[in-house]
């Protein structure tokens, strides 16, 4: 036989536990502390350095170029742009 829970009535108090609607509303929301730029920056810089790792290491890369996923191979030439590209940013 299945046994239910009892139902027990559930009311909702008018008390404010920790933030009122006007403070939340002029809070950004954050990840870690960080807001959404900043994990986004983040993000772009973490892809652009597994990217420069993985073509140095001589694996070949997927991803998404001129709007269609394409193999690259380490040694093509849009991937030894982006290496000096990468290199340039590091160096400046």
Not at 7 to 31: D, E, G, H, N, Q
Not at 49 to 60: H, T
Not at 70 to 91: C, G, N, V, W, Y
Request: contains cysteine; aromatic residues 6%; hydrophobic residues 50%.
């Amino acid at each position: 036989m299945f046994q239910f829970a009892s139902r027990k009535a559930i009311a909702l108090s008018s008390m404010v536990i920790c933030c009122s609607l006007p403070i939340m509303k002029s809070t950004a929301p954050t990840f870690y502390g960080l807001r959404a730029n900043q994990v986004t920056s983040l993000a772009k810089k973490a892809v652009a350095n597994a990217v420069a790792d993985n073509a140095r290491a001589g694996i070949s890369l997927t991803g998404l170029v001129d709007g269609r996923v394409q193999k690259l191979q380490a040694t093509a030439p849009r991937i030894a742009k982006f290496l000096m590209e990468q290199s340039d940013a590091h160096a400046g």
